[in-house]
Each structure stands twice: as structure tokens, then as C-alpha cells.
């Protein structure tokens, strides 16, 4: 019965532990941030610096308001932004909930090979453009990694 309590309470023990261990470091890494003139639009640059995939769930702005509309796509690491395309949101997009980001993938590691001019098609980035009808203040991306919750707060200036 003694061996039953403690390897209980070993179990909980590691539980705790992998969950504080994984809550202490964000996968998410954030690159450059494009804000259009007005306010309304904007494109984030964000990638997966962890060991394993993230799942998107809910994105939201300022005062946890849902946005008019979000796209996310793949950018190449050579291409700079065009906010023609960036803030295009008529073309076809997908689904913010449905999108699984990639490990591996850092946008500072990106801005780095493209100041350095080593930066290749293989290079990728994730482009995250948000509209909304009142200007942005504040961006939630909520997501799941290694089955824990987290919640990643970018604040526009």
C-alpha cells in the first residue's frame, strides 16, 4: 500500500513539473509587426521555436473581441511584406483554427539570414493578418503544445 501512495504522489509530482517546465518557456516567437495606417489591420509574424507542432484554437483583439476576419498563411523567407497582399482578405485564406504551426520555424532566426543575405526559399514564416473595425490594441493567440493550454498577449504600441 505505501509503494501504491508513493508512486501516486512521484506521478503528481512529474505532472506538476512537466506542466511548469513547459508553461516557462512560450513556443510562439513573434517578428515583425505591420500595423496598416489606420489601425485595423495588421500582420504578425510568428513561428514555433518548440520541439513539437502548436495548434492554433482562438484568436482575439483588444478586449477579448472576436476579429472581423484573420488569415494566416506561409511566407518565404526572402520576401518582404507587401501589404497588398498582407491585408488582402478577399483571397482565399485559411482557417486560423485549423492551422497547425511547425516546429522549427523563427522569424528572428529569418530577419537574421535575411540581414545577412543567406536567406533561402526553405526559410519560412508564418503571416498572421487580423482586420477588425476599430483599431488594434491587442492581440490573444490561444493554442495547445505538448497538450497545455497557453496563451501568448501581444501588445501593440
Do not use: C, W
Not at 482575439?60 to 507587401?82: A, H, M, S, W
Not at 543567406?118 to 493554442?143: F, G, M, P, Q
Request: aromatic share 8%; glycine share 6%; proline share 3%.
Amino acid at each position: 500500500m505505501k509503494r501504491i501512495i508513493v508512486s501516486v504522489l512521484l506521478l503528481i509530482i512529474l505532472v506538476v513539473a512537466y506542466v511548469v517546465l513547459i508553461k516557462q518557456k512560450s513556443p510562439i516567437e513573434t517578428g515583425r509587426i505591420v500595423p496598416s495606417d489606420n489601425g485595423k489591420e495588421i500582420a504578425i509574424e510568428i513561428g514555433n521555436i518548440g520541439l513539437s507542432d502548436i495548434h492554433l484554437y482562438k484568436i482575439l483583439i483588444n478586449n477579448e473581441e472576436v476579429p472581423k476576419r484573420t488569415k494566416i498563411r506561409v511566407g518565404v523567407g526572402f520576401q518582404e511584406y507587401d501589404s497588398s497582399k498582407v491585408f488582402d482578405f478577399e483571397k482565399q485564406h485559411t482557417k486560423v483554427q485549423s492551422i497547425v504551426l511547425k516546429p522549427d520555424i523563427s522569424p528572428k532566426n529569418l530577419i537574421k539570414k535575411q540581414y545577412q543575405g543567406t536567406a533561402s526559399a526553405k526559410d519560412k514564416v508564418y503571416e498572421l493578418s487580423i482586420l477588425h473595425n476599430k483599431k488594434i490594441n491587442r492581440i490573444t493567440i490561444k493554442y495547445r503544445y505538448l497538450g497545455v493550454s497557453f496563451e501568448r498577449v501581444i501588445r501593440i504600441a
